[in-house]
């Protein structure tokens, strides 16, 4: 039971702290994978637009992360900057030591508009870089997300998903000690069973327990159930079962068990 303590201790500190924290993260990385161009997030035939909308990025065919057939707009940040649009035949993009995004072209035209003149100039090149800056944003709490939500948030709403996500984390931690004490008994090798068949049971005791929570969890989300009846009566159900199998070894139940054995034969003897 010292191995399940501490074992409670880190899903606790799992369920408080480090699983919002790693959900958040990982939402914000997607967040800034969205907003910033990379290879794999470029369709072919497709506008992609970029950088607060000031970059646009049109690839007929990609093929090996090379670009074919491309057409860039880059749109002012500033009113004294010209607006440019560049046709090229090939293209590829590339990411820089401080995290940007330079779309490199090959053969193509240079539009340049100027907005002051009403004019525009043209430039051949043959080889052009353009720099797209890498923008980092924290992604904004999702009040529909509740895996990012710290646990003492929960405990303040009756949303049919929160008080889900409560109870699933709070039986994850009382989970570690209804194994614990589940596993103790069933840790028993038979040697004419072998080792795997007397882990057996065991096995699908935790498996089935994980299995009808997460059934519980997705009906307790829909409003279909009530999370503290039918979450909890489970892990109940599990503790009992852990229970008994703890004290049948006993004394006491030893001899409940001869008391009932010897009075049954009474009973047979007698009719």
């Known amino acids: 039971m010292i ?3 501490f074992t409670a201790i880190l899903a ?3 369920v408080v702290w480090l699983s919002p924290w790693s959900s958040r993260c990982k939402n914000t990385v997607i967040y800034n994978i969205k907003i910033n161009p990379i290879i794999t997030a470029i369709p072919a035939g497709r506008f992609q637009i970029f950088q607060n909308s000031h970059t646009v990025l049109f690839v007929e065919n990609i093929k090996h992360n090379k670009f074919s057939k491309v057409f860039l707009v880059q749109f002012p940040i500033q009113e004294n900057i010209q607006s440019a649009f560049i046709l090229a035949e090939s293209g590829y993009i590339e990411k820089s030591e401080n995290a940007s995004q330079v779309i490199i072209l090959n053969k193509g035209y240079h539009f340049e508009v100027n907005k002051f003149l009403k004019n525009f100039r043209i430039t051949n090149f043959s080889n052009f870089h353009a720099l797209v800056h890498y ?6 709490p999702d009040p529909n997300n509740f895996d990012e939500a710290d646990i003492m948030k929960l405990f303040s709403d009756n949303n049919p998903l929160i008080r889900a996500e409560l109870h699933w ?3 994850i931690v009382c989970s570690v000690f ?6 103790v008994p069933l840790s028993v090798i038979n040697p004419r069973y072998g080792q795997i068949l007397s882990m057996l049971p065991a096995m699908l005791l935790y498996l089935m327990f994980f299995l009808l929570e997460s059934l519980m969890r997705s009906n307790v989300s829909k409003d279909k159930l009530d999370a503290i009846f039918w979450m909890w009566e489970i892990a109940l159900f599990y503790l009992l079962i852990g229970l008994i199998l703890n004290t049948s070894h006993t004394l006491p139940i030893r001899r409940i068990i001869v008391f009932l054995k010897s009075w049954y034969r009474r009973v047979n003897n007698s009719v």
């Not at 923008?135 to 904004?140: A, S």
């Not at 209804?178 to 596993?183: E, K, P, S, T």
């Open 135 to 140: 923008q980092h944003k924290e992604k904004k």
């Open 178 to 183: 209804i194994m614990a004490i589940i596993a």
């Open 3 to 5: 191995l399940a303590f």
């Open 12 to 14: 606790a500190i799992n």
């Open 169 to 171: 984390r709070l039986i």
